[in-house]
């Protein structure tokens, strides 16, 4: 008793602090514009003296060879060679585009970075749940160096089910030093709007920034589709722009050495089951080393009314839209007792901000050597939701709240002091948004039709206050470990209490961001 009051009081204390701190970062913000310094040295760099030539951009008629002429060009050139598109043009292609040797490049003539970037539009058949998913392929065994650039994909899902395949764009694989940047990538048959892949794990250093990435799939079950999946060491995640993926915002799947920093992902008209996820246990057994998940931010839903008419504070979203995870670290999180004993693994996730509805901020279950500190609130939050039809019947689901952790899995790892501890933090994306109701925060995006950035986003904490608040997470992530293990039993109580009895549902089935090698194509 003594040790749980002691427990209430340090994290009621410290969570003013956090207010105080949220607050005092809020006020510091400014709307997130991508910096334009990398585009101006990338002009300088690559601006030709004079404008080139229309006619050293690749044709893309007649739509029913272009395919082919794409895959000559790039075949038949050797090392080096840039595929240039030209601006404002529709590629209809029926095949992917296959880089085939070290340092090559497709791109958009004169390298625009809005609509007038070139477009491939994924064009050629499915049947029976299989075809042509993938636009773009850089995993041959000689694509070291290739770089895909200043293009859009434009995938053709158009409301279709998932098509069994390759993602809308293919990287990685046994190379390194490849870069994906300016690439506007949408609307996935498959599982994702950008896949690199770990090459048997020798893929190394693939550089994947400033990207407009979504939508990516349906939030209707099990036809969601990932925003950008990363399965390469150290590889870096950059300043992306990630608008209503569906299944992860950004899913390293381990990926042991890679920096994900700066990017921004939010929902505006679909669910989204987690922002961040670091759950996957293939292919990389859940080895984390090195991976550094800094600055970004995650916008859940926010109020679509005008009017805040009975003054709660909370509106209603028209598309019920929530993100059930902000951060998911550890494979309990997703995928319940699949991977048994098996943990996620030395990952670092610090200074992240969250704002907007979600189930659960940040969810830790299963994992080892972890750092999580200053990841904060800022602007409006909700946590909201409930148990869905799905959730196990076995699983005491916690209630929304911003940061989870189940201590009986998680171990020697540094956690900031907001976390609340939970008795069963297993398989947390079963979770439903409410239907309806006055539940949103306001001050994100009101219109959910819009695809805008819905938040300003604000600077983190300076390096001083982050010198002092890390210490300070560090001691109390540490208090409170040990206090949880002797007060389990009452916090676990006290949080399940609200729960009505489980109803028995099956097993659930909803596990979809698993792992996926495939790369099918017709
Ligand atoms: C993050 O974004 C800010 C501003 O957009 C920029 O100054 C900073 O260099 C970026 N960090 C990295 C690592 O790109
Ligand atoms: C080059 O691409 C064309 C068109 O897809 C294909 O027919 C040909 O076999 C390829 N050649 C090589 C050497 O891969
Ligand atoms: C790899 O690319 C280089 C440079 O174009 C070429 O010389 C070599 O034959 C290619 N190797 C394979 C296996 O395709
Ligand atoms: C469709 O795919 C299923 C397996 O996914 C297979 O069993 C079936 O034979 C296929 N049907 C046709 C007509 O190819
Ligand atoms: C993508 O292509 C399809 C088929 O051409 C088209 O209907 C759709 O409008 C395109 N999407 C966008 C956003 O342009
Ligand atoms: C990673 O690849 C980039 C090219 O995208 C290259 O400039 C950089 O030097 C590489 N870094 C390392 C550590 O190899
Ligand atoms: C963090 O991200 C925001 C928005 O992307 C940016 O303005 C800021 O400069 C970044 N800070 C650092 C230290 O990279
Ligand atoms: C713990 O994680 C850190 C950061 O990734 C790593 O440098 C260190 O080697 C890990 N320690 C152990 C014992 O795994
Ligand atoms: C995970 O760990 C368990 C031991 O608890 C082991 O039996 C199992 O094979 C491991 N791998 C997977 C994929 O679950
Ligand atoms: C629950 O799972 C079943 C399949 O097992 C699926 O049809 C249904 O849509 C799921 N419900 C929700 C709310 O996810
Ligand atoms: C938070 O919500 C209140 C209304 O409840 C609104 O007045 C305020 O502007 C919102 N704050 C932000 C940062 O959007
Ligand atoms: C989401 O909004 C976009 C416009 O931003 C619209 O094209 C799309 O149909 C909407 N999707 C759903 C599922 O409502």
Known sequence: MHSRLTYTLATLLLSAATSVASSHLSEESGIHRRHPAPEDTMFERREPLQARDDSSCIDPDPANTVTDRMNIALNSSGSGYVLSLCPGKQYIITAPILFAAPNQEISTQGYPTGSD???LVVD????????????VDGTCNNCSGVKLRNIQINGTRLGAPPTGGGANIEMGGRNSGQLIEYVKSYDPRSWSCLHVQEGGLQCNNVTVRNNDIGPCGSDSFQQWADGISMACANSFVLNNLIDNPTDGGIVLFGAPGTRVENNT????NQTLLGGINMVDYDPWQGDYTGVVVTNNTIAGGFATDTTDEDNDQKGTNSEDVIIKIGIAIGPRTWFGDRYKSNVSTSGIVINNQLTGAFGYGIAMT?????????NVLVGNTSFIGSRGPNCSSTDQTPNPQPFVIDFNSVQSSTTQFDFTSVPDGDSLTCVMPPQGGDYWPFGGNPDPSSTAIPVSVPEPSSSSSSHHGSSAGRTAGLAIGIIAGVALIGVAAFFIRRWAVARSAPRSRFRRSEYMHNKEWL
């Open 117 to 119: 970037r070139a477009t």
């Open 124 to 135: 050629g058949p499915v049947f029976n749940g299989t075809g042509h998913t993938t636009a």
């Open 265 to 268: 992902i939010w929902v505006h």
């Open 366 to 374: 299963s994992a080892r050597n972890f750092t999580v500190e200053q």
